[in-house]
């Protein structure tokens, strides 16, 4: 009980008979235990009940649910009080086809290997006359070749393969005009349906040139605007130029050489009205001259496999920019 510094009258003190009944007693011993938790319960202000109150919610907060509290389940085949297994999360799903290196998902372009093998040994095929439009043409030819017997259609489809490859592992569809697999052709009229049908997004044709002694380096032919028959570039025109310039340019940097430096006034873009396969396509659409097999200095070029990696690393760079925007 606190302590009270007001003075008080003492009271007279009445004399307490010397025994009492057990009633008397126990009526007392009750009497003084209520008086005592009275005197209890005014010790306590507000604020020390407050804090007590605030003890005993933080204390009901810290301690977890029942819930929480619980054992879990045995895993299956496993004792009560055995360590839960972790349960296997999904794995992540892979990256869309649009990401992870995958740039030209979604495109697809054709590559149309320059020539035959085979077409020597079929000059009656070869020979006949097919429309390109404007005219009417030779099938296809059999192509150039070094001084030394390397053919125009052996090193097309070898590039054409390194160039599949680059494209495919960047995602693209890649469709070849044909893969060694036919005697001859297929004709110029052909190949330029074979992408039209394919609805490509770009069509490169590989070749090589013929040219005289001393003529050297790449170009890339374009088609004119032609209108005449089954043949109309109008729509092509714009984007096959804006193809060949990318390829100019991304040729260079990875072949290390330059333009041709016999046409084109060294932009190494040339345009042709007179080529079947870009007069009757309906997709953009270019001729890639690799190099001048009649040079020997470019042919020494052509026929290094390291350097065909190289030309199909132009292309493929050239394409990418191209399909990209």
């Known amino acids: 009980m606190p302590y009270d510094h007001r003075k008080t009258t003492p009271r007279t003190a009445t004399p307490t008979p010397a025994r009492r009944s057990a009633l008397t007693r126990a009526l007392a011993l009750a009497g003084c235990c209520a008086v005592l938790a009275g005197c209890g319960a005014s010790q306590a202000s507000p604020e020390s009940g407050k804090a007590q109150e605030t003890r005993q919610e933080s204390a009901t907060q810290s301690r977890p ?187 260079a940097r990875a072949t290390g050489t330059s333009p041709a430096n016999y046409l084109g006034s060294g932009t190494g873009l040339d345009v042709r009205d007179d080529l079947g396969g870009l007069n009757l396509s309906t997709v953009p659409k270019v001729f890639v001259e690799c190099g001048n097999m009649r040079d020997p200095k470019d042919a020494q070029l052509l026929t290094s496999a390291t350097w065909r990696q190289k030309a199909a690393q132009g292309l493929a760079d050239g394409i990418a920019t191209y399909l990209k925007g």
């Open 65 to 251: 649910p029942a819930a929480a509290q619980s054992r879990p389940p045995a895993a299956s085949g496993g004792q009560p009080g055995d360590s839960p297994r972790a349960t296997p999360q999904p794995s992540r799903s892979p990256l869309p086809a649009t990401q992870g290196g995958r740039p030209l998902a979604g495109r697809t372009v054709v590559i149309d290997p320059g020539h035959n093998s085979g077409n020597f040994r079929h000059s009656r095929e070869i020979n006949q006359k097919v429309n390109i439009g404007t005219t009417r043409k030779e099938c296809d030819t059999t192509g150039t070749s070094t001084d030394a017997g390397y053919t125009e259609a052996s090193f097309t489809l070898d590039v054409s393969h390194r160039l599949r490859d680059l494209l495919t592992a960047r995602g693209a569809k890649v469709v070849l005009t044909h893969d060694a697999d036919r005697a001859w052709g297929p004709c110029i009229d052909e190949r330029a349906r074979i992408g039209n049908a394919a609805r490509a997004d770009a069509v490169v044709s590989v070749h090589a040139d013929g040219s005289a002694v001393g003529h050297r380096g790449f170009h890339v032919i374009l088609p004119a605007r032609v209108s005449g028959g089954s043949a109309d570039t109008a729509k092509i025109v714009g984007p096959s130029r804006d193809l060949g310039e990318d390829i100019v340019d991304r040729f």
